[in-house]
């Protein structure tokens, strides 16, 4: 697949705190940083992609919130992000009511994917930060999307989701999606010293092969500490191990894609 028409990835797991936001932020920064057009999309009514890359929504901005209830473009709740090297459409807690409004609507997942269709020649990469459930809103993200990235942290209770997860994307495929792929499984806030994370890491590379990513995102308190800063881990300190695991995540995705990361 060529990059020539912008590749939809929805980040999606439906536990919560497993590194979404986290690698759908940094994935985004790291492919802005190899040169890609990138839209970064927050459709978690938690808004921590908004705010985590420095934006604060002032009274007037319109968000998704509106592109979901019918009310605005894409383009026109878009926010370039100059220090990311990103575009965003930003979320907050408004999302809840176009989550509500949605359910009234015959086609209720498949709003985001006709809002995003005409865009798809202006970037190369659209990344979806969704929330901690299995909602409405998860299912515009998947039901517009080519892919699905799941970050897992390798703890004991990690793969009791997992099955729920995967039926919900198989759901999708049987019908509104038939081409949605399973991009891959990235493991983040790795801790080397831990057995578990190890054993659980070995039983991913069992049941997934190669759909696991190599790239294993390690735990690292500046990865933590970006957010704060409103910046992504790579601009917030390049040498750290977390932004050399997430431009190495960015690196796998394009290779994995067949494109040439320089
Ligand atoms: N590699 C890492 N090292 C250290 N801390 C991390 C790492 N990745 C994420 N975190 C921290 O863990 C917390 C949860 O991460 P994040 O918000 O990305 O998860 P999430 O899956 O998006 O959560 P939610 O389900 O609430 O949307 C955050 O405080 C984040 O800063
Ligand atoms: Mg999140």
């Known amino acids: ?51 985590g890359s420095g934006v604060e929504i002032g009274e007037d901005q319109p968000t998704l919130c509106e592109v979901l209830m019918g009310e605005a473009t894409i383009p026109e709740v878009t926010l370039q992000v100059e220090d990311m090297g990103f575009d965003l459409v930003p979320a907050n807690g408004d999302l809840t009511a176009a989550e509500v409004a949605l359910m009234d609507l015959e086609d209720r997942s498949g709003v985001l994917k006709a809002a995003l269709d005409p865009l798809r020649g202006r970037y190369h990469h659209v990344i979806i930060d969704c929330p901690p459930a299995l ?29 729920a997860l995967l039926n919900t994307i198989e759901q999708i495929q049987d019908s509104v999606n038939p081409d949605l792929e399973i991009e891959g499984l990235v493991r983040t806030m790795f801790d080397i010293r831990n057995n578990l994370s190890g054993a659980v890491s070995r039983q991913l590379g069992e049941h997934f092969g190669d759909k696991l990513y190599s790239t294993v995102v ?26 050399v695991a997430y431009l190495g ?14």
Request: glycine share 8%.
């Open 1 to 51: 697949m060529s990059e020539r028409r912008a590749r939809i990835l929805a980040v999606t797991n439906q536990k919560g705190g497993v590194g979404k936001t986290t690698t759908a932020l940094n994935l985004a920064a790291g492919l802005a940083e190899l040169r890609r057009r990138v839209l970064l999309i927050d459709i978690d009514p938690q808004g921590n992609a908004t705010t």
């Open 135 to 163: 909602n409405v809103l998860t299912l515009n993200a998947l039901t517009a999307a080519d892919r699905v990235l799941i970050p897992m942290q390798c703890e004991y209770y990690a793969l009791e989701g997992l099955t």
């Open 218 to 243: 390690p735990r690292n308190v500046r990865v933590a500490e970006a957010p704060s800063y409103g910046q992504s881990v790579i601009h917030y300190d390049r040498e750290s191990r977390g932004a």
């Open 249 to 262: 995540l960015a690196g796998e995705y394009l290779r994995r894609l067949g494109a040439d990361p320089r």
